[in-house]
């Protein structure tokens, strides 16, 4: 997820609570920042025509041993700098816990995934996240003062000529290995440091789904709006959007998202300014996250996606992530379906690991995109 700052100097608000506690979506003039959400083509073989956040599959280069060179300052730090996650390891989504040592590859699983967010994230919209490296010695005082490489209030982005750009881009695409490359002869680091853990998503076992992901979500705001660069192969268009823009097309039909980023940006809506939100995810990021395999079920002639922590999901399953069941039996968490564009989140727990409740309630202004 790459939220990044508007141009113009926009009044962040809070949203407004009824006497409910539930929040309504605030306006889209009270954030002072967009979201990217990329359309995937309408031939593609994966939720065609959907918007997305930028990202995609892991490719064997992410695991390369080719980036312990490029990251050799930082060999003497654990997962080369990245901030300790303080969860307990039961807890850890195998994405993130698995030791990748065991599966021949010497780069952490937690810096590997980063680089495959980046280097997706540079595929398919030409956004380039990298620190030069002469600002090595900055990035390793900051781990050694404070333990962390928070050092900047936000990411900012690779300032290189747009032909070089294009040049490297293509490359990329080409053959994924090419990004390690283009780091050691441009002689920057891939920004992992900027990528802060967000959330983990498994999909569902239906047999409608031939292909199902594990995916690691981050979220990474930058200062600026960053220029993105066009395919019209995997990805049809653009679109910067305030997060309640986003969910008010998408409850007009206007576009379509998949559940998991209308749940996200329903978690967004809660922080309308762009440092509230970035001083949250890097502080919540170290207290980890649960992988959510939603439950499919039919309850009422509804359709109902049974998210872990509501009173009816199956903690039996094989692939689950909790560790223990809701604790009464009015523990709700779940997203209610009456027609593909219409998401009625129902959630009475508790979020874990310090994250965030998603706004809860629908739009009532008209889209504005």
């Known amino acids: 997820m790459l939220p990044s ?15 409910c506690g539930r929040s309504h979506l605030p306006p889209s003039a009270a954030f002072d920042y967009r979201t990217l959400l990329l359309k995937r083509s309408s031939k593609s073989g994966y939720m065609p025509s959907a918007y997305v956040f930028p990202g995609g599959k892991v490719d064997s280069s992410d695991f390369s041993s080719d980036w312990l060179d490029i ?21 850890r989504p195998p994405i993130f816990a698995t030791d990748r040592r065991e599966l021949g590859s010497p780069v952490p699983g937690e810096v590997a995934l980063r680089i495959c967010a980046l280097r997706e994230t540079f595929e398919e919209s030409g956004v380039l996240l990298t620190v030069p490296k002469p600002e090595e010695g900055r990035l390793i005082k900051g781990i050694g003062d404070r ?17 070089e750009l294009h040049r490297w881009r293509s490359l990329v695409i080409q053959n994924p290995s090419n990004f390690a490359r283009m780091c050691r002869e441009l002689e920057v680091l891939p920004n992992i440091w900027a990528l802060h853990e967000w959330s983990n998503w498994l999909t569902p076992e239906r ?26 192969k995997e990805i049809e268009r653009f679109q910067w959007s305030t997060p309640s823009e986003v969910l008010q097309s998408f409850q007009a039909q206007e576009l379509f998202i998949p559940p998991p980023q209308f749940y ?15 001083n949250f995810a890097s502080q919540r990021a170290t207290k980890g996250c649960e992988r959510w395999m939603p439950i499919f079920s039919i309850e009422d002639d509804q359709h109902i996606s049974l998210i872990p922590g509501d009173k009816l999901y199956p903690l039996g399953t094989s692939e ?38 998603p706004v809860l309630e629908p739009a009532s202004s008209k889209s504005q995109l």
């Open 147 to 163: 333990g962390a490489t928070d050092r900047a209030r936000h990411c900012e982005v690779n300032g290189m000529h747009s032909g």
């Open 264 to 278: 996200e940006l329903s978690r967004l809506c809660r922080f309308p300014s762009l440092n509230d939100l970035h």
């Open 5 to 19: 700052r508007t141009p113009e100097s926009a009044a962040a608000g809070s949203p407004v609570a009824d006497s």
């Open 207 to 232: 047999k409608d789904l031939a292909t199902r992901f594990d995916t690691a979500f981050f979220l990474c705001c930058l200062q600026e709006t960053p220029q993105t660069l066009q395919d019209r």
């Open 71 to 91: 990251f050799e300052s930082f060999a003497d730090f654990p997962n080369f700098g990245l901030r300790c996650v303080r969860q307990p390891a039961g807890t």
């Open 320 to 357: 689950k992530t909790q560790v223990e069941g809701p604790l009464d039996d009015s523990a709700l968490h779940r997203m209610v379906f009456s027609n593909p564009y219409t998401i009625n989140l129902q959630i009475t727990i508790k979020p874990k690991f310090n994250h965030l409740l």
